[in-house]
């Protein structure tokens, strides 16, 4: 008699071992302790935190959100605590929680993402970081590091030397060609690269014609940008070999399920958290009766399974 | 605070534009506190995506329906129609699927003292203030509901406070209802009268700010329900933030209307510029 024996859902990346492959996108979860009365934090893959700058950031002025179809905009600004008050204070809450936690961090300059990747070297709590580099370089003329090859390798090769922890770098989506960037931070030295970031967008109130949020442009997450997400997704995994983590309005098992399928080896639930707190247990859950129903014990025979 | 997967158990136009909302909550009753909000949504809520706060206007049991049913919680919730959101809301009816999240975020601080209480309400801004009436009144309190709106549609609800034993004076812009003219009037007469008071206030923001700086001239404690347009409700996407006394761009004090309100004691913000908050009530009630 066959025995029933529950499907494997782990994943590897960059040296870290993953119970599961869902883990929240950074800036909807908070540092995590936000969302403990709603998820047991130890059934998620990973965390990952609010994004983190050398000092503490106000973030941009109100409005900073909009609903669009099937979508939101947000010009939050980046708000957080910075990385010194994160190291102090919320570290700490990270201890004897079997979860690894990914701390996701950006500047504005070189010097900046530097700083910052070396205060994060030493702190054992947390176990990788995650480069944002859809920052604009207040140096030279804002240009967005992510959107240049060489400016995108320039601050990972800067952030590489900086610390030994798996070194995560997500992608903007707002580029010709995201293949080449992707590339170029692969050369660089980045373990594994997150994609996609927001879609640059703009919602305006007809009645006031205003813009309707602050900042007039905001970025674009939920079910509207999946699309686009998987292709970009699909397109990275074909270009480089590492491992590649799939972010964009997943929703659901099923929609993390064709992140997976296209070649990501994880992925980041995002604006799904804003709207069910518990949403990544129930995309968690779904994922493993995906593999009973298809008669598969292990997440990994998902990954890469496209067939064309 | 849990999230619930309930049902509607009714939903009915309570004046032109305005609706009130029924939903069964298990549990909610005991929990809820004045001042507190639910992030609410249907379960098939396309074409809208997040879910919408709104103040809990009242909560309440429905005796069981047969021997040994236990006792049906439910909460209230008032909503006027302003967007998408609450259109598609009061399309709903008895028996449709909605997620809720809550009770959420600060209530109201209840002093027991023996200042005049003197609750302000502006439109839908009347809603947090009723389990807030009914606190009062429960701990011996004479409790005075000064309510205002553009006309007498603007105006919901009062019998309800009535009902209480609340002292309530009505003014409309328009003078289709109560007195003609703005409920600061009102306030500041009452003011006047009493000079020991405690003010609570729910409202659109010209409002709130009229009431601070009445509050402020006399030295009268105050607390503000804010509202905001929120994506989570639980201090994570940082989009409902309002800036705190002494905020500025070096030393940012911006806090989450959500988490460290609804209700903020007036010296907890920045009036200077705390207007920044969506002018006027976007959806739902005030929280």
Request: some cysteine; glycine content about 10%.
């Amino acid at each position: 008699m066959k025995t029933l024996k529950r499907p494997s859902l782990v994943v590897e990346i960059a040296g870290m071992r993953l119970r599961n492959p869902v883990m929240p996108a950074s800036g909807t979860f908070g540092y995590g302790q936000e969302f403990a009365p709603f998820l047991d934090l130890q059934r998620l893959g990973a965390i990952v935190t609010k994004g983190l700058s050398l000092k503490p950031k106000a973030g941009n002025p109100m409005p900073r959100i909009a609903e669009t179809t099937s979508g939101m905009l947000n010009a939050i600004g980046l708000q957080n605590v910075g990385v010194d008050a994160f190291i102090t204070e919320k570290s700490v809450t990270y201890r004897g929680l079997n979860t690894p936690v990914i701390a996701n961090f950006f500047g504005n300059t070189l010097d900046e993402y530097g700083e910052v990747a070396r205060r994060l070297a030493d702190v054992p709590e947390v176990t990788a970081v995650e480069l944002n580099i859809s920052c604009p370089n207040v140096k030279q003329g804002g240009i967005v590091f992510g959107t240049d090859p060489r400016a995108a390798a320039e601050v990972v090769t800067l952030v590489r030397r900086q610390l030994d922890k798996p070194l995560i770098v997500k992608l903007t989506p707002n580029v010709t060609d995201i293949t080449v960037i992707a590339r170029a931070v692969e050369e660089a030295g980045a373990d594994a690269i997150s994609c996609i970031n927001t879609i640059t967008g703009m919602t305006v109130d007809i009645r006031t014609r205003r813009p309707k949020i602050a900042n007039r442009t905001g970025g674009l997450s939920g079910p509207a940008i999946r699309p686009i997400a998987v292709r970009m997704v699909h397109q990275v995994v074909q270009a480089v070999q590492i491992p590649v983590i799939g972010i964009g309005g997943i929703m659901t098992a099923a929609d993390a399920l064709e992140f997976l399928i296209v070649g990501a080896r994880a992925v980041q639930v995002g604006t799904a958290n804003f709207i069910d707190p518990a949403a990544m247990l129930a995309i968690i859950d779904g994922i493993e009766t995906f593999l009973i129903d298809e008669g598969l014990d292990d997440v990994n025979q998902v990954i890469g399974s496209l067939e064309f | 605070m849990k999230n619930y997967q309930t049902i509607i158990l009714s939903n009915l136009e309570i004046s032109p534009g305005y609706w009130r909302m029924r939903i069964l909550a298990p549990g909610f009753a005991a929990v809820a506190k004045p001042g507190q909000f639910v992030m609410l949504r249907p379960e098939l809520a396309l074409p809208t995506l997040l879910r919408r706060p709104f103040g809990i206007f009242r909560t309440g049991c429905l005796p069981p329906e047969c021997a040994g049913l236990p006792a049906r919680e439910y909460l209230e919730i008032l909503y006027k129609v302003v967007g998408q959101g609450t259109r598609i809301l009061s399309e709903l009816h008895a028996g449709d699927r909605v997620e809720l999240l809550g009770p959420l975020g600060q209530g109201f601080a209840i002093n027991d003292n023996t200042c005049e209480k003197l609750l302000v309400g502006g439109g839908i801004g009347l809603v947090p203030l009723f389990l807030l009436a009914d606190e009062l009144i429960r701990r011996g309190h004479h409790v005075r509901l000064l309510m205002g709106g553009r006309t007498r549609d603007d105006i919901l609800a009062v019998t309800e406070f009535e009902r209480l034993g609340v002292e309530t004076y009505v003014s409309t812009d328009d003078g289709s209802l109560g007195e003609e003219g703005l409920v600061t009037r009102v306030l500041e007469r009452k003011l006047a009268k009493y000079p020991c008071a405690e003010v609570y206030v729910c409202g659109p923001m010209p409002m709130l700010a009229a009431v601070e700086q009445i509050c402020r001239t006399r030295q009268v404690p105050l607390q503000v329900s804010l509202e905001a347009h929120m994506a989570c409700g639980v201090g994570a996407c940082l989009g409902c933030v309002v800036k705190g006394a002494g905020h500025s761009e070096e030393r940012p004090n911006y806090l989450c209307t959500c988490k460290e309100g609804p209700v903020f004691a007036a010296g907890q913000l920045d009036w200077g510029r705390a207007t920044t908050v969506d002018d006027g009530c976007p959806e739902g009630g005030c929280r």
